[in-house]
């Protein structure tokens, strides 16, 4: 996933802009010390550091994945009420904006936030690997119909409604904090009605952001040493050269050296220039692949693949492995909604920057439906494609899987007309990906350790691009993809309960805003005011007793009155 952030420039809503505030040389200092000591350890002792990520990792799977399953369905349902209750109307700005941008541009670069490095490198590779190797839930037999329809029914699970929700809920309280309340660009500025202000922009808030930046470094390395691996598997099958651990970090280090040279020269408008090209090649090459591909079965497995997942939905989203199946669920689902709240600080920042004017309403159902319909589209052209053109042997794709998960991708444009053109297309792709990916979170960590600097330093940018680069490479070199997975798991187990804390600081918030309009008349809520008038009637009678007897007597006269009219 990636994007230019730099895009719309957003001032507070209430207020005017402010001057952006200077690099927090405390905040930066802290987290470029944990994170050159993390890499320091895993270059050094390479043998430790797996020890101990595999030995933690395993006990946070074996004592958390619940809080990891419970936390996404809770951001899922919290934007689901949010949408569809008074809260929907509250405008992200002023009451009186408008959407800075048009509906058009805005979903465009929604959808620009939803496409990137992960679809390329699991946007063939999963649905296959589930349609050889079904998920441990059911006797589904490897290689049949029901194995295709539940390979994507899992694909959609992971990339759709639940990572967007988790997008959906720290962008919509980066932008309420942001616009409608005038506060800096951070994920600490949520928490003013929890913590204060004073708090927030003290080291509790500082804390907050770091937890923040660890989170997009690895959930970032992680997106970039995927991407290091495809384009290394890409130039074994199209140029022959070896596929060894040596080229993917030679990989790393020139694609980083082209983010460093971008962020230098002040090319930020060329990379968003190039997100939106990136965005174009990715629809010509599923474009390409739905025509010259089993077009008639993509056009059946959408529906049929959609109505699977949304069937399942509820199972699928409260496996937690109390039953088994703790290492699949570790994998793939658990590492996929770690991933997304590790990339939540990122995309949330991107989307918010964009939806300034818009109500609640209008932002939560974009978020939720734009990317997700893009994202079925995707998985149903690439990885439908892959797993009919397999089973009807018009090529050997799940042979493809032997060389990894990345080398999926290549198998199936080799399998249609033009493969080395389109092959050479996708590793372009990829290689783009990987540099706007770097440059976006880059700045994204710059604005969070410079009190919420809209223009972070370019010194700071390229600092947290190149330490990013790093943990990319040491993790690659540590354990490869499995490596990736677990610091990506473990860095996001205190980002989830900082996302939880979230929701709670914004519902509060939000209870207050006038802009939501008077709440409801449930029966409930006409109880509970039936209940304090009668209270606070008769506690004005008892008090008017007291204070005057003859009102008292008078008043029971005119009762009495009411309640026989010919009393004498």
């Not at 699928?316 to 199946?325: E, K």
């Not at 710059?446 to 370019?458: K, Q, W, Y």
Request: with cysteine; hydrophobic share 50%.
């Amino acid at each position: 996933m990636s994007t230019d952030v730099t895009s719309p420039s957003s001032g507070p809503g209430p207020e005017t802009a402010r001057e952006d505030p200077p690099p927090d040389v405390k905040v930066i200092a802290i987290g470029v010390a944990a994170v050159l000591a993390m890499v320091a350890w895993a270059a050094l002792g390479t043998d430790s550091f797996s020890t101990a990520s595999d030995a933690a990792l395993t006990w946070v799977l074996d004592n958390f994945g619940w809080l990891f399953t419970l936390a996404a369905n809770l951001f899922l349902v919290l934007c689901a009420v949010l949408a569809i209750s008074r809260f929907g109307r509250i405008r992200l700005g002023r009451d009186a904006d408008e959407p800075e941008f048009g509906n058009l541009a805005w979903i465009a670069m929604m959808f620009s936030a939803g496409m990137g490095i992960g679809l390329m490198f699991y946007g063939v590779g999963e649905p296959l690997t589930y349609y050889v190797d079904p998920p441990p839930f059911g006797d589904i037999e490897s290689g049949s119909g029901a194995a295709e329809r539940t390979a994507l029914e899992y694909s959609f699970f992971h990339w759709t409604l639940h990572p967007w929700a988790i997008y959906g809920v720290a962008g919509l309280g980066l932008a309420y904090a942001t616009f409608r309340k005038g506060r800096g660009n951070r994920i600490s500025s949520v928490f003013v009605p929890l913590i204060g202000e004073r708090r927030a922009n003290g080291w509790p808030g500082r804390l907050i952001d770091l937890l923040a930046v660890f989170a997009t470094v690895f959930g970032t390395a992680t997106s970039l040493g995927l991407g290091a691996l495809q384009v290394a598997k890409g130039l074994n099958l199209t140029v022959g050269w070896e596929d060894t651990r040596e080229l993917e970090l030679l990989v790393i280090a020139v694609l980083s050296a082209a983010f460093v040279l971008s962020a230098f020269s002040g090319l930020h408008r060329g990379i968003k220039w190039l997100s939106n090209l990136n965005v174009g090649l990715a629809a010509l090459l599923a474009l390409f692949v739905f025509l010259l591909g089993p077009t008639v079965f993509i056009l059946d497995a959408i529906p049929a693949g959609v109505g699977a997942y949304l069937h399942d939905l509820v199972v699928l989203s409260s496996r937690t492995g109390a039953f088994g199946n703790k290492e699949w669920l570790g994998t793939w689902t658990i590492f996929y909604w770690a991933w997304w709240l590790s990339w939540a600080p990122f995309v949330g920042t991107f989307i918010a920057r964009i939806s300034r004017g818009r109500t609640i309403r209008e932002f939560l159902i974009g978020v939720l439906l734009v990317p997700s319909g893009a994202t079925v589209v995707w998985f149903c052209v690439m990885g439908g494609s892959a797993m009919r053109l397999d089973a009807t042997g018009e090529a050997d794709l799940a042979g493809e899987l032997e060389g990894g998960v990345e080398a999926a991708l290549f198998g199936l444009l080799d399998a249609l007309p033009l493969g080395t053109v389109t092959s050479v297309i996708a590793m372009v792709l990829v290689m783009t990906y990987f540099i706007t990916s770097a440059d976006s979170a880059s700045l994204v960590m710059g604005s969070l350790t410079s009190g919420g600097s809209l223009h972070p330093r370019n010194w700071l940018v390229v600092t947290w691009g190149v330490l990013m680069a790093a943990v990319a490479a040491v993790l690659l070199v540590a354990g490869g993809l499995e490596s990736l997975q677990a610091g990506t798991i473990l860095v996001a187990l205190p980002f989830a309960l900082v996302m939880i804390a979230l929701c709670w600081a914004l519902t509060n918030e939000l209870r207050a805003d006038p802009g939501a309009g008077p709440p409801r008349h449930h029966p409930l809520y006409g109880m509970r005011e039936a209940v304090r008038r009668m209270v606070g009637e008769a506690m004005g009678e008892q008090q008017t007793s007291r204070r005057h007897p003859r009102l008292r007597r008078a008043a029971e006269s005119a009762t009495r009155d009411r309640e026989d009219p010919d009393r004498p």
